[in-house]
């Protein structure tokens, strides 16, 4: 898979809207863009992907760079449970799991 | 929603013990993981399983061994546990391997701890 970065830890305060940045520079035509998130003592949680448009869920919303060289999680509104530690990974279309790479990602602290 | 459920939150065992980690998922997912999870390394892939009695090697997968007798269960077998083997370990599940809209649907982990 190809390689992400990540700034290690980002803080922001309740209610407020959170940007977490992703560079991608060697990202493929054929990679997609997902995101987890890991919640103090427990396993990652899948929160978005996309591929070239922008993308809203629930949880979350995913801005893709035009050249997809970047991309940005956006948490709207950041909740005391927004804390937890967010992974940017890269997978191919039909790329088996066994290379899909969880890196270090950013630790997010939320304060009240 | 999708349950994966690992059998101990933490354990402790003597080193060269035979260790059993336990994963079960309740939605007939085909393919199911074990990944350890070490500060400043990430999650590294042990063995993953695309079928009942199948199994492949990840990255790390010195030290360890697996089941998968059922497809709901997958299970991690450390033959002789060493201290390098404390970690926190992950058990994930997905319905299709190859697909990019599939995410892991990953247990909230076990701590072992080897002294």
């Known amino acids: 898979d190809a390689k992400t970065t990540q700034p290690n830890s980002m803080e922001s305060n309740e209610e407020e809207p959170v940007h977490l940045p992703c560079n991608h520079s060697?990202?493929?035509?054929?990679?997609?863009i997902h995101w987890y998130r890991q919640l103090p003592s427990q396993g990652p949680e899948y929160v978005i992907h996309?591929?070239?448009s922008n993308v809203n869920n629930r949880m979350a919303s995913l801005a893709i760079a035009e050249d997809r060289k970047s991309s940005t999680l956006i948490l709207h509104r950041a909740t005391l449970r927004d804390a937890a530690v967010y992974y940017c990974i890269l997978r191919e279309e039909g790329a088996s799991y066994g290379k899909l790479t969880f890196g270090q990602g950013t630790i997010l602290t939320v304060h009240p | 929603d999708v349950k994966v459920t690992q059998s101990s939150r933490y354990l402790v065992k003597r080193t060269g013990e035979k260790v059993f980690l336990e994963c079960v998922q309740d939605?007939?997912?085909?393919?199911m993981f074990w990944y350890r999870q070490d500060p400043g390394l990430g999650l590294r892939l042990i063995y993953f399983s695309y079928d009942v009695k199948m199994k492949e090697k990840g990255d790390i997968p010195e030290g360890y061994s697996v089941s998968r007798e059922k497809k709901e269960r997958f299970s991690l077998i450390l033959e002789s546990a060493s201290t390098n083997q404390t970690s926190m370990y992950l058990c994930?599940?997905?319905?299709?391997?190859?697909?990019?809209?599939?995410?892991?649907?990953f247990g909230n982990g076990t701590r072992l701890t080897v002294t």
């Open positions: 994930a599940s997905t319905p299709y391997l190859g697909s990019y809209n599939s995410p892991l649907h």
């Open positions: 939605m007939d997912h085909e393919n």
């Open positions: 060697t990202i493929s035509g054929t990679d997609y």
């Open positions: 996309g591929l070239t």
